[in-house]
């Protein structure tokens, strides 16, 4: 199996990318369930489905206890959830207080490898008897890829089958724009 990748042209007229094509993720309309982790989890371990699932039920309620005393929660090989909120602002410190979260939501960010990339040349400047300086340095590169995405394999395709995306016509898009506007 592999991650299906549609194409898709960035429509959106204000973007320095407007008019190139781009690749995004194509999903079916359904989510995977409690009960359909619990059940692969199953047979990748030993402990029964009905365990698992009970386990998975009350991470809800961990997750909302540790939030609530303002911890962040990492799960090995996953990554780190954390509480984000959005707020109006206050023309005073005496006016700043929690009536002006306007919404809270939870922040995922993936468990990632550095994976060095490449050494490039640099020149950076330096302090020499009181004058700056050039100096020729080197500097490593890294990537970072997720970690639970270190296998996963992807591949182009044109089935847009429960996607809930259309194919624009005459081209390979999948309609929608880039980074700068909302994805469905």
């Not at 997750?63 to 780190?80: A, M």
């Amino acid at each position: 199996m592999s991650q299906k990748l549609q194409k898709y042209m960035n429509t959106n007229e204000l973007s320095k990318t407007f008019g190139k094509y781009y690749l995004r993720p194509v999903y079916d309309d359904r989510f995977v369930t409690t009960g359909e982790l619990a059940d692969f989890i199953q047979t990748q371990c030993t402990v029964k489905r009905s365990d698992i699932k009970a386990v998975l039920d009350e991470l809800g309620a961990a997750f909302k206890h540790y939030f609530e005393l303002g911890q962040k929660i990492r799960l090995e090989g996953i990554g780190i959830f954390k509480v984000g909120v959005s707020s109006a602002c206050s023309d005073t410190e005496a006016g700043c207080t929690a009536a002006l979260v306007k919404k809270a939501r939870v922040n995922f960010q993936p468990e990632v490898t550095s994976v060095l990339k490449e050494v490039v040349a640099v020149q950076r400047p330096k302090l020499v008897n009181g004058q700056a300086v050039l100096v020729d340095s080197t500097m490593q590169v890294f990537s970072h890829p997720a970690v639970m995405l270190k296998d996963v394999r992807f591949e182009l395709t044109k089935d847009l089958q429960g996607s809930g995306m259309t194919a624009a016509s005459g081209d390979d898009s999948g309609g929608g724009g880039g980074d700068d506007e909302p994805r469905p």
